[in-house]
T-cell receptor, first 112, second 113 residues
């Protein structure tokens, strides 16, 4: 079954804790993305990666970190510096320039 | 100025009518434009892509692009209750930003019976 797999579906973070959201793809796409979506809002770009071992900050990178050690994987860490992390997080992949995004099913992160 | 702007709505349209959704963008060099539909609690799904000026039709959907005026629109003909969703406009950058994909804040569309 091809696509983007995000886990977990729901995640709870305690104050001061770092948490990592997983994103795996078997589409063999080069580019991967992380977006944050708040209730009733659009998608805001956190980080994106065009190739292994390289990534760029999006519009709201503060308080987040990523790695791209493998083509298939692009995990997102929400650090304790992100003071308002409650949101729906979406991971996506794209195969080339101007092509559509394939999205995972998302992770809902909440603060305890 | 936001990079991609949409009216947040809600836009209420009677069943069977035409729904018109609009999007403006700030980067004049942008080349690729997309419309995604998102149901509540779900991931966005692509419904239209457009790359050149003019109209592009796919079933009940028509995307329109005007690069000179920097806007892209989506028309939905014969609106159905299942079209009730949030519609997101997405724009791809140019050159060094060719992989950067920016979304608008979305327009919530409601089709009333």
């Amino acid at each position: 079954d091809g696509g983007i797999t995000q886990s977990p579906k729901y995640l709870f973070r305690k104050e001061g804790q770092n948490v990592t959201l997983s994103c795996e793809q078997n589409l063999n796409h080069d580019a991967m993305y992380w977006y944050r979506q708040d209730p009733g809002q659009g998608l805001r770009l956190i980080y994106y990666s065009q190739i292994v071992n390289d990534f760029q900050k999006g519009d709201i990178a503060e308080g987040y970190s990523v790695s791209r050690e493998k083509k298939e994987s692009f995990p997102l860490t929400v650090t304790s510096a992100q003071k308002n992390p409650t949101a729906f997080y979406l991971c996506a992949a794209k195969g080339g320039t101007g092509e559509k995004l394939f999205f995972g099913s998302g992770t809902q992160l909440s603060v305890l | 100025q936001k990079e991609v702007e949409q009216n947040s709505g809600p836009l209420s349209v009677p069943e069977g009518a035409i729904a018109s959704l609009n999007c403006t963008y700030s980067d004049r060099g942008s080349q690729s434009f997309f419309w995604y539909r998102q149901y509540s609690g779900k991931s966005p799904e692509l419904i239209m892509s457009i790359y050149s000026n003019g109209d592009k039709e796919d079933g009940r959907f028509t995307a329109q692009l005007n690069k000179a005026s920097q806007y892209v629109s989506l028309l939905i003909r014969d609106s159905q209750p299942s079209d009730s969703a949030t519609y997101l406009c997405a724009v791809v950058g140019l050159g060094s930003s060719a992989s950067k994909i920016i979304f608008g804040s979305g327009t919530r569309l409601s089709i009333r019976p």
